[in-house]
Structure formats: structure tokens, C-alpha cells
């Protein structure tokens, strides 16, 4: 009886992390995917290549793109087309928090680069 329990209990096991493994990378190629396929889509839209940050937590994923100040006035509704754009072709990104900042570009982009790297210097003295 303890052979079968403990068996049971690895195949048990083993199936709970194929499928949070499975998960994961459904998350992560999705990201990947998202990565590639969402600047060329918002160039076809805008008519302009963003600057594009894709971060992505265990729960959250955040989204900073850049445009020019041109295409800032006159398009409000980026952060609508964009998630509009993930919820129809990317699903299994929808179910966590996403964060999508539209900015004028290389503004912002370049205030991240500055507080990563004082992050990766305090780090670095510890």
C-alpha cells in the first residue's frame, strides 16, 4: 500500500509541474511572440516604428512605447488598440495585470535605462 501511495503521489507531483511548466511557457512564448509581432502592427496602424520595453513578472506584464509627439496628438486611443491587439491574438497574456505606458519617444525609455543602472549599482555594493 505505501508502494502505490508513494507513486501516486510522484505521478501526482510530476503532472503539477508539467503543468505549471506548461504555463509558464505558454506566458513566456507569448511574450516573445507579443515582442516581435506588436511593433510591426502598430507601424501598420500609426505609420511609425515605436520604441518598445517589454517587461514581464510572474503575475504582470508592462508595456512602454514610445512615439513621436506628432503621433501622441494625434492618436489618444493607443493604449485601447494596444490592448484590444493582445486580447484578440494573444489570450493567454489577458489574464494577467498588464501595464501599458505610451510616452514620447526616448524620453522615457532613456529614465529607465538610468534607474536600472542605478539598481544594478546598489546591487553591486551589497
Do not use: W
Not at 505558454?26 to 507579443?34: A, D, P, S, W
Not at 493582445?86 to 494577467?96: A, G, S, T, V, W
Amino acid at each position: 500500500m505505501k508502494k502505490l501511495f508513494k507513486a501516486l503521489l510522484v505521478v501526482g507531483g510530476a503532472a503539477l509541474a508539467a503543468n505549471f511548466g506548461l504555463k509558464a511557457y505558454k506566458k513566456i512564448n507569448g511574450t516573445v511572440k507579443l515582442s516581435k509581432s506588436l511593433p510591426e502592427f502598430l507601424n501598420n496602424v500609426y505609420g511609425e516604428m515605436p520604441e518598445m520595453n517589454i517587461n514581464r513578472t510572474l503575475n504582470s506584464l508592462n508595456i512602454r512605447i514610445g512615439f513621436s509627439q506628432e503621433i501622441l496628438d494625434k492618436h489618444t486611443d493607443i493604449e485601447n488598440t494596444v490592448q484590444e491587439y493582445i486580447d484578440d491574438f494573444y489570450p493567454e497574456l489577458c489574464k494577467n495585470s498588464i501595464e501599458i505606458n505610451v510616452s514620447l519617444k526616448g524620453e522615457e525609455m532613456e529614465e529607465d535605462a538610468d534607474e536600472s543602472e542605478v539598481a544594478e549599482d546598489t546591487e553591486e555594493k551589497d
